[in-house]
């Protein structure tokens, strides 16, 4: 509760004590002379802790921006299959590795640390093209989409190199936009960006930003992924933690 002023010229300034974490604000006069009126503006600090759950910095030196995809509904297409034949022994099965993250640890809002088991993953044991999907609830508008995956680094533990020799099979990742969900193909129309391994950037950083060449509208966003066909060895494991 603050005072407001008594002419139409003073200028009354408040500062609040704590800071507060809400979606709308609302001024209720609840005293005036006369009749109401009232003039007001709200000005906030750059808030510099950590980011509340469902937002994220797209840098170190941005503000925290709303995450679309925060707890929202996923899909892929590789856990559809529990076996599948192989033309030779009749069946094969998925073999028992750590690499099967539910799809839905990709939208939980956790970025830090970046851990395999805190990631959701996607493999082509049983496809060839494996596809992970986010409903986002409503159609939008957008311009790009941030990644954050779990990448080969000194500080891996190294009981990890088995899961390092499935992502060195991988060879890119692509974004599309639909209105559509569970899709297993996508037109040239619905792509918004992609990063090979030759961007470096694939294995570089654990940080994808993908620009969409131009903005997509759409309700569904899918990260698909493809591999190196230049291996002896054609398995691969995307990891998708953020």
């Not at 704590?18 to 709308?24: D, E, G, L, V």
């Not at 986010?134 to 000194?154: C, F, P, S, Y």
């Amino acid at each position: 509760v603050f005072a407001g002023n008594n002419d139409r010229d003073s200028e009354r300034i408040h500062f609040l004590n704590q800071p507060f974490f809400a979606r709308y604000v609302r001024l209720h006069p609840i005293e005036w002379h006369n009749h109401v009126s009232m003039r007001a503006a709200i000005l906030g600090c750059p808030h510099k802790g950590s980011c509340f759950p469902g937002y994220f910095r797209v840098n170190s030196e941005a503000q925290c921006i709303e995450n679309i995809a925060y707890k929202k509904q996923t899909w892929t297409n590789d856990r559809n299959r529990h076996h599948q034949k192989n033309g030779v022994d009749g069946f094969k099965f998925r073999s028992i590795r750590e690499t099967n993250g539910d799809p839905s640890l990709a939208v939980d809002g956790f970025e830090d640390p970046l851990e395999w088991s805190k990631c959701a993953t996607i493999d082509n044991y049983f496809v060839k093209k494996p596809v992970w999907m986010v409903d986002l609830g409503r159609q939008t508008n957008i311009a790009g989409v941030m990644l954050r995956t779990w990448h080969d680094n000194k500080e891996s533990n190294s009981s990890l190199s088995i899961y390092r020799n499935y992502l060195a099979n991988l060879d890119r990742y692509s974004v599309y936009v639909d209105y559509y969900p569970r899709r297993y193909r996508f037109q040239n129309t619905n792509l918004c960006s992609y990063i090979t391994r030759t961007d470096q950037a694939l294995t570089s950083s654990s940080r994808l930003h993908f620009q969409c060449q131009r903005p997509l509208h759409g309700r569904f966003v899918y990260i698909e992924a493809d591999g190196t066909s230049s291996h002896w060895n054609k398995l691969f494991t995307a990891v998708l933690c953020e």
